[in-house]
């Protein structure tokens, strides 16, 4: 029972699978199967045997527990072996914890009878308060929002001090450590204590490890982000001085040579010319420049960008940021939009205005499938996103709501 209650304490904060509970009445019958095959080999006064026999007890634990929380949660394999890990020490602390409080009413002379209703009910009713704590402690704070990240060095290492951690257990579940000075006892639960903050500090330190790279990576993309915006806009000044080139000399053609080219050629080389001179002009040189290159992207995959923006209104922003802000926006809406399987629904619209001294700034497309969301370069998209709302005060919300997803960002106006 501790050792499917530490299992459900750290199953139950992550993202279920289907029929959740009657995994979990599985996964409570299997350990209480291998616990009346295996309790047996735990009853041995050699302390070598008993050595052995717990070891051989941990790992078949072990791997029932990870096979188990692998089926209940959606987890990765290497992230179930860990909670495995992790659920193997909680519940023989929560063990030892008890027979350490059984001692103390030994020697205090009120000892307990394992047998009364009133003893079994104060034991459930610790074990429910014990890992409804770890629950809500431990249990969601190991992970990353839910998910655990776990590579091989890590899990690796967990393993190593869970075998330690077990193999002092063994040493206290011995008959021989009833002889033992208190100064031992103490000593080796200290030393299990020791394990148990390690592979915590483990924990911790891998996930800012990885924090770290991530902010490195983060850093890397903001940067060539805000350095491309005078590219972009190199590129979109050329390619209208060119079109309208094209659309001049298409004219003189008309004009001097009017049979020497079909009228549907040149009318469909004029419209050509004419939908990539289209430069928007919303006010604002650095939004302009995003909707030109956008507008093109758009084209060139099936999308319709829909844009209502009144750029006059952003002059306070580095161009830098405001080119990183909107291309970040609009690509996340793009991604969306292309993966959208009815091509009616390829619309994204986009609104820049001013409302009660706020600068409103709203991208709507169509909603992604999950999974599709939180690959990882989408989301450093909405990490720089918000990365830059933070840095000019503002605030940052999405939403999905009937089949599309809303990206809503609010600024205040700066006056004067």
Known sequence: MLRWGAALAFCYPLKHRERFWLRAVE?????????????????SNSLVQLQVSLLGM??????????????????????????AVWSLLTAQTAYEGWNLFELLCAV??????????????????TGVVFYGVICGTLARKIPDKGVYHIGPRQLASAFFMGIMFMLQAA???????LDWPMSVVGTTLIGQLYFLTLLYLQTELFKKSDLQKEMETLNLLYERQRQQ???????????????????????????LAPGAVPRETLEEAENAARLYDAGANSGNEVLDVVLTEKTLLCQSRRVQLNAVANGSCLQGFEPGDLYALFANALDYAIEGAVRTPDPARRNIDLL??????????????????PEAAATRTEAYELKVLRRIVQKYSGTLTTETQNGFFAIKIIFPLKQG
């Open 27 to 43: 996964l409570l019958l299997s350990l209480m199967a291998l616990t009346w095959l295996l309790d047996p080999m735990a009853q």
């Open 58 to 83: 941990y790992v078949g634990f072990f791997i029932l527990l990870g096979a188990m929380i692998y089926a209940c949660v959606e987890i990765d394999k290497k992230s179930a072996l860990y909670c």
């Open 108 to 125: 205090k002379s009120h000892p307990l009878n394992m047998n009364s209703v009133p003893v079994k009910l104060l034991q459930v009713l």
């Open 171 to 177: 040493l206290l579940s011995s008959a021989q450590a």
């Open 229 to 255: 915006y005078q590219v972009a806009r190199q590129n979109v000044n050329i390619i209208n001085k060119r079109c309208h080139e094209l659309r001049v000399q298409i004219a003189a053609l008309r004009k």
């Open 352 to 369: 820049v205005c001013v409302r009660q001294s706020f600068i409103v700034i709203n991208v709507i497309s169509p909603a992604r499938e």
